[in-house]
T-cell receptor, first 111, second 112 residues
């Protein structure tokens, strides 16, 4: 009965470098979401995957952000040419209905 | 932009007291959900209330929804120190009910 897992738990990178964040959803969940949470703030929707449908990318803040979901399971969020304002906790969630199950997040720090 | 706005931003109460948090939103919704976030961890779903419901209970939690005022409240009764966390409301709109829009949260401190 594993929940949503994310890796790494923490990532420190230098400005301008690319980073990849990974999310393993709960087995059988067809929906997968990425959110971003800045310090002391609520969650900002980034992208949503549902089965084989085209993802909803409407929340991605810039074209430096992209995400893939391979085989309807694992997802990778890629941030290219990171900027200091990208520093945040990136949360992944999966669902099979209205309730979303969240992973522990990846804390990204861009120096 | 934030759909939900919680108030108060922070709340400090004594163990055993009740805690009430409010959430206001701007557009029509399909459902409203409350989540809890312990420091540095992922969110945990607490309760979901649909737009055609007015009140819902789950253990020590009571949620109300007033669609005419576009507001919801979360009541935690007989609070415990373990209830210390941040609480977020999240709304799902009718046109894209999967996408949750979160408020900025209420930080609750329950003093033992």
């Amino acid at each position: 009965g594993a929940g949503v897992s994310q890796s790494p738990s923490n990532k420190v990178t230098e400005k301008g470098k690319d980073v990849e964040l990974r999310c393993d959803p709960i087995s059988g969940h067809t929906a997968l979401y990425w959110y971003r949470q800045s310090l002391g703030q609520g969650l900002e929707f980034l992208i949503y995957f549902q089965g084989n449908s085209a993802p909803d990318k409407s929340g991605l803040p810039s074209d430096r952000f992209s995400a893939e979901r391979t085989g309807g399971s694992v997802s990778t969020l890629t941030i290219q040419r990171t900027q200091q304002e990208d520093s945040a906790v990136y949360l992944c969630a999966s669902s099979s209905g209205a309730e979303q199950f969240f992973g522990p997040g990846t804390r990204l720090t861009v120096l | 932009s934030q759909q939900g706005e919680e108030d108060p931003q922070a709340l400090s109460i004594q163990e055993g007291e009740n805690a009430t948090m409010n959430c206001s939103y701007k557009t029509s919704i399909n459902n409203l959900q409350w989540y809890r976030q312990n420091s540095g961890r992922g969110l945990v779903h607490l309760i979901l209330i649909r737009s055609n419901e007015r009140e819902k209970h789950s253990g020590r939690l009571r949620v109300t929804l007033d669609t005419s005022k576009k507001s919801s409240s979360l009541l935690i009764t007989a609070s415990r120190a373990a209830d210390t966390a941040s609480y977020f409301c999240a709304t799902a709109r009718g046109d894209s009910s999967y996408k949750l829009i979160f408020g900025s949260g209420t930080r609750l401190l329950v003093r033992p």
